[in-house]
């Protein structure tokens, strides 16, 4: 079994206010619909599985414009080929982990992200440098223009992103959010993902220190940690 996605949202194309004037927080050409989901291993190694979470894609490209897919693992070719369905309605790119020795990690990370095919001028293949990876199989962005309109598609999956690579992340959002303010009719920001985030006033534990257990469950003899 698989859990269904439980974060959807529609993008539209501004916010109505009371005086009747229209803000535009996403000014692009069309507004159109994304969802982001931690798939928890797409390429799955048991067949019926990797073919449940499949099947999810496939329905979430039905209902979604952009499609951000998270811990994928596998290689591009797999990712391709598993997904190969999605590719009458939408263009698929993915980014992946890789080893101290520059080789695919097929065990972790891994991100996806399908953006339809109607969001593009062109029927063409748009062009590979649109794609930038910030971060291998963690943090992606897509630049998408259309009819004088931009858009930046940030999407990332916020694990094992030290201080200083979180640093320069923030910088390039900010970067794009700025260009936003200044241009808000010609530029919009789209940022989406799994972000980890802690909530507030909860204990923070390592699973490398062992010392951070410390007196954290007195009351328990046994500690079972779980995804």
Not at 182 to 192: A, C, D, T, W
Request: net charge positive; with cysteine; charged share 15%.
């Amino acid at each position: 079994m698989i859990q269904r996605c439980s974060f959807r949202r529609k993008i539209l194309n501004g916010l109505l206010f009371p005086n009747r004037n229209t803000l535009p927080i996403f000014s692009f050409a069309n507004s159109f619909s994304a969802i982001g989901w931690n798939t928890r291993a797409l390429c799955h190694h048991h067949k019926n599985t990797r073919k449940q979470k499949v099947k999810e894609v496939l329905d979430l490209c039905r209902q979604f414009d952009v499609v951000g897919l998270s811990e994928t693992h596998g290689c591009p070719v797999a990712v391709a080929s598993y997904l190969s369905a999605c590719s009458r309605t939408h263009w698929l790119f993915s980014s992946h982990v890789r080893d101290n020795n520059g080789d695919i990690d097929n065990g972790s990370g891994g991100i996806v992200l399908l953006v339809a095919k109607k969001l593009f001028c062109s029927p063409s293949p748009p062009d590979p440098q649109c794609f930038n990876v910030l971060v291998p199989g963690r943090v992606v962005c897509f630049d998408l223009c259309k009819d004088g309109k931009h858009v930046s598609i940030f999407f990332l999956h916020n694990f094992g992103l030290s201080a200083t690579i979180t640093s320069q992340v923030i910088g390039k959002i900010r970067a794009a959010a700025n260009q936003c303010m200044k241009n808000p009719y010609h530029h919009s920001l789209l940022l989406f993902g799994d972000f980890n985030l802690t909530p507030k006033g909860s204990t923070k534990i390592s699973l490398l220190d062992p010392s951070s257990l410390s007196g954290t469950f007195k009351s328990l003899s046994l500690i079972h940690i779980s995804e």
